[in-house]
């Protein structure tokens, strides 16, 4: 690593400590916004569920309730929503966390794919953009990670593409710097907390098959996204990104 890609990583983190300690000081007292993605009450619980359409193009899909240890393990009013969708040539796990009062709840990706023994090949992840026509003309940035994975019988490659989004923005960028400090002037501005969703799709695939996957991937978020995500709802977008 270069001496100016060093720097910029090292503004990004101070950057990422300032907005974290803002955020800190102004949580007394402030209103959590409303979420960007659709959700449907759950009795007795202060979680929601996250809705996620059971058909999307060709694939079929199945619920998938999320387990002890994540529920566990993330602040209780941190809420979910996973599905499987399985078609004759693909699976894709789509798995959305979405935020409380508590912004711990969202973390780094590479953290959850490094945790489950997933090692992220660096030179073929990149931050993206998914061309949507729904419901208006936007582009979607998406982070795209390309991941191995040693088995018995040999080597998995992972493609794993996610964004976030909130009532008023969307964003995707490896070091997060900008829904930060989004996050600290909505604050500051409105008193709301903004509610991110970290949405995530996940396909495994023999080496050499990724940029074939990644293709799939992008025209599954095109059709199911505009399903489940509520912002963009009008003509103005908003994309949060911060530079390579």
């Known amino acids: 690593m270069n001496k100016q890609k060093w720097l910029m990583l090292i503004v990004a983190l101070v950057l990422m400590t300032g907005a974290a300690g803002l ?15 659709r959700t449907v009450p759950l009795e007795g619980s ?15 899909s199945e619920w998938i309730e999320p387990d ?13 929503g996973q599905r499987r969708y399985k ?3 693909s699976e894709i796990l789509v798995n959305v966390v979405l935020m409380g009062r508590d912004r711990t709840s969202l973390h780094k990706p590479q953290f959850c794919l490094t945790g489950q023994g997933w ?3 660096q030179i073929a992840s990149a931050e993206d953009q998914i061309a949507m026509d729904r419901p208006v003309s936007y ?5 795209k990670l390309i991941a191995n994975r040693s088995y ?12 976030y989004v909130a009532d008023d923005g969307l964003s995707a960028s490896v070091s997060g710097a900008a829904r930060m400090w989004s996050m600290v002037r909505r604050l500051f501005r409105t008193g709301e907390l903004q509610r991110w969703a970290y949405v995530t799709c996940f396909s495994v695939c023999p080496p050499g098959q990724e940029d074939a996957v990644y293709q799939r991937i992008r025209a599954f978020i095109a059709a199911a996204a505009p399903e489940f995500q509520l912002y963009p709802a009008g003509p103005a977008v908003v994309s949060l990104k911060t530079a390579k």
């Not at 359409?53 to 694939?59: F, G, I, N, R, S």
């Open 23 to 37: 955020l800190s000081h102004l949580r007394s007292g402030q209103k959590l916004a409303l979420p960007g993605v």
């Open 46 to 60: 202060s979680r929601v569920q996250v809705w996620l359409p059971e058909k999307v193009l060709d694939y079929e």
């Open 68 to 80: 002890e240890i994540t529920l566990s393990t993330l602040p209780g009013d941190t809420s979910f």
């Open 87 to 89: 078609s004759s040539d």
């Open 119 to 121: 090692a992220i090949d």
């Open 139 to 143: 582009q979607l940035p998406v982070v």
């Open 152 to 163: 018995a019988g040999g080597i998995a490659r992972g493609v794993y593409v996610y964004w």
